[in-house]
């Protein structure tokens, strides 16, 4: 069995949810068997936060990790800045125009890195993101680009975010039902444009708002999706783009309680699949979203067409 210290230097920028990362840190690779990393994934995240007395062996590989962190830091950017060249590290964010995406857009201001935000447009029925989108970069002062390619809607057609005759399930996600909002190949689509443009750009990063809970039911957000699409961004261009996931491993009431540090407006971001003028309330995205306002115990701005 592959040993904790192996693997932390791949798993550490996963877990460093609000950590500065730049262009110098270690980037997912996670060594050892795709299994042995999962239950280990598995086990720290369980741990996150409790005594490690409380769970053994798995406490004590995240107490060992953070001390790694502790270790590292002066080998990773601090305060934002890129040490190879002293300025701030360049990376384009995926900005869908929703909650995670925006949180994450200011957690990564407030770290000090120089951003370009890409939103893109592939045919979904929720095309109001982009609104919101476009909105939270104007008010940032963040430059804003939205890639059309709602000419491949047609490829994407079995999903409900894409096609009108495809109903969106309503209700709490479960397997089933969130297959039906899942969009074919979508995040490794994005995450292969985003790094075209950051390659281009000559930018140090690419950086999207994937996290746990209910979205590592869907294949492209877990932590092995993450590993294996960061080592093929580095393997794409003479010029190596690393892949950010600051939230893979927080909640989404995680990320709103960070948000609520950063004082991200929420009631202006977008989660709803409908596709309606006012978010829905009874879709799973819906439900998701109010779930983390409760559980994160902020306020909840967002008006819902039906109340929860």
Known sequence: MTGVSELLPGLLPIFDGLG???ATAVYPTLPG??????????????????????CGRAGMAWREMRLYRARSVTQMVQSGQNSASGRPPSVVLILSGGLDSTVLLQHMIAGGHALRALSVDYGQRHRRELLYAHATCQRLGVEHR?????????MLAGSGLVNPDVAVPHGEYATQNLKVTVVPNRNLIMLSVAAAWAIDLKADAVAFAAHHGYHTLYPDCTPEFIAATAAAIKLADWHQ??????????????????????????????SCY??????????GTCIERREAFNLAGVPDPTRYQVAG
């Not at 939230?247 to 990320?255: G, P």
């Not at 409908?274 to 879709?283: A, F, P, S, Y």
């Open 33 to 54: 068997d795709g299994k042995t990393c999962q239950i280990l994934l598995a086990a720290l995240w369980s741990c996150r936060g409790l005594d490690t007395r409380q």
């Open 274 to 283: 409908e596709g309606g003028d006012v978010h829905c309330g009874l879709c």
């Open 146 to 154: 939205t890639a059309d390619l709602s000419g491949i809607a047609w």
């Open 20 to 22: 500065t990362i730049g």
């Open 241 to 270: 783009v690393q892949l950010l996931a600051p939230f893979a491993l927080m909640t989404k009431a995680q990320i709103v309680q960070r948000g609520a540090e950063l004082g991200v407006p929420f009631e202006q971001t977008w």
